[in-house]
């Protein structure tokens, strides 16, 4: 039987990091990321209806969604916040759920992995066999966001306050991976984990220990 596990965790915490070593060990990966931005490609009717909502002029002459304004309307405004979820987040799922099931055809005992930032948030943490946070210390957070050059200081603190914390993210948690020192750590972490869950997948187990 195989195994569907969600992976989260906010800005800065290693989740695409973990992802990738996952990836590497022979997980399978969904990534919500990569599907949301599938999903308001020009032409696809989820676009349409960001359209509808947001204005037209959320599209540029290309057809293509101008990302970082749709950001700015939706940044600190949940109702708007909320509006674009309930667009984005169901297509989502039901994304999800046809490739488990088409990965689970050919791969019975596949360790499959949900790499989600809104996993939680969205509800979909329910439909995860097993959930896991990646949790790190928020000032080291702040250094490795501030290392990309994209945002300030403030805008980054900014956007930590407007997610929600780990502290409670980690109350959803089956498994917590620590992410406050090097790659080395957090590799050899996701190594150990891998394997535990690969024998469930293997076993029909749904139980795991921290």
């Not at 057809?63 to 667009?87: H, P």
């Not at 097993?130 to 050059?149: P, T």
């Amino acid at each position: 039987m195989s195994l569907l596990v969600g992976l989260t965790g906010g800005m800065g915490s290693g989740k695409s990091l973990a992802s990738s070593f996952f990836h590497d060990l022979g997980a399978f990966i969904i990534d919500a990321d990569l599907i949301c931005r599938k999903l308001v490609e020009p032409g696809q009717p989820a676009l349409r209806e960001i359209a509808d909502i947001f204005g037209k002029d959320i599209i540029d002459k290309s057809g293509n969604l101008k990302r970082n304004k749709l950001g700015q309307l939706i940044f600190g405004d949940s109702k708007k916040r909320e509006k674009l979820e309930s667009i984005l987040h169901p297509k989502v799922f039901e994304f999800e759920k046809l490739n488990y099931k088409a990965i689970c055809k050919k791969n019975p005992k596949a360790l499959v992995i949900v790499d989600a930032a809104l996993l939680i948030e969205s509800g979909n943490h329910k439909e995860m066999d097993k959930v896991i946070v990646i949790n790190a210390d928020e000032k080291i957070r702040i250094q490795r966001i501030l290392s990309r050059g994209k945002w300030n200081h403030e805008e980054i603190v900014a956007r930590l306050k407007n997610q929600m914390p780990n502290e409670e993210k980690i109350k959803y948690a089956d498994l917590i991976l620590e992410n406050s020192r090097d790659k080395k750590h957090l590799k050899t972490q996701v190594i150990n984990l891998h394997t535990s869950l690969c024998l469930l997948a293997s076993k029909n187990i749904s139980k795991i220990t921290p």
